[in-house]
């Protein structure tokens, strides 16, 4: 992650909050009497992207793991299937009106320790809430950066970015039927799904299924993934793969099953953002 030294927000005990993975340190240059760019040397490369989508996919893929997982972006209501939730789309999309609210506020002269409110981030740990400010000026408005520093470092220096993010081809999706058993009037096939994911960086995925039989009314038709209890949205580690078994019943001869990403429905942690091979200009 690009999150740098948060000096402001962070002032409760975390012991005992839950586990999640610490940003890397970043190598600062500056010196403490820096206030202003002009006050010292360069600190912080910050990224500099072909375009404002492909911007938006690698700072989604930065802040995704600021919110619990995988059983849902609790703080954002999206990303599960319990009730009021909703699809991955709707993450991406309200975490960068997020990101350009806080630079919003930022520039209108917010204190960082008042924007969490006048912004009305969902995040409501004090740490999530730092790091996603200081993500979100890092991607959307450098030129903020003193603010959220507490003016202790100086100007950053654009750096040209790989823009690495996979696609959903880089998750391998197999499904196959089992032996059917039942009767003359109802019949019940097995069946077990494999997603491979292939990338080198853990996913969040949304998944659905469809089924073929003759005389089935939905024959070929993309539909909710699993049984009634199967959460359709699962996270699949890097190099890892998501197994699932379970039962189809009906009056219907099952010949096959598909499963799939759903389209768009999918955000890969913190790809997008590596360092390419030298600096660009301003972004």
Known sequence: MLVVGVTAMVTRDTDGARPRSEPAPVKTYASPA????????????VPRFSSPSARDTAFVGDVAPFSTWPSG????????????????????????????????ALTA??????????????LTDPIDQAGFIVEAVTFYCPARMGAVTDGVYSKPVPTEQREDCPTARALEVK??????????????????VEVHNTSSYTVRAQLQQR?????????????????????PVVTIEAGESFTYESEQSGIYHWKRT???????????????????PGPGDAM
């Not at 089924?211 to 199967?230: I, N, Q, R, S």
């Not at 499963?259 to 890969?268: K, N």
Request: hydrophobic share 35%.
């Open 34 to 45: 820096a206030s202003a760019p002009s006050d010292g040397p360069p600190y912080v490369a």
């Open 73 to 104: 972006t609790e703080s954002y209501g999206v990303m599960s299937s319990a009730p009021g939730g909703s699809d991955i789309s709707d993450f991406h999309g309200a975490v960068v009106a997020d990101a350009k609210a806080v630079c919003e």
């Open 109 to 122: 002269g917010t204190d960082m320790n008042d924007v969490p409110d006048t912004v009305g981030l969902a």
């Open 175 to 192: 499904a196959s039927i089992g032996e059917e058993t039942g009767d003359d009037l109802i019949h019940t096939s097995s069946y077990s």
């Open 211 to 231: 089924w073929f039989a003759d005389g089935f009314a939905d024959d070929g038709v993309w539909g909710t993934f699993g049984d009634v209890t199967a959460d």
């Open 258 to 276: 598909d499963v799939r990403v759903q389209p768009g429905q999918f955000v890969f942690f913190g790809c997008g953002y590596q360092p390419g």
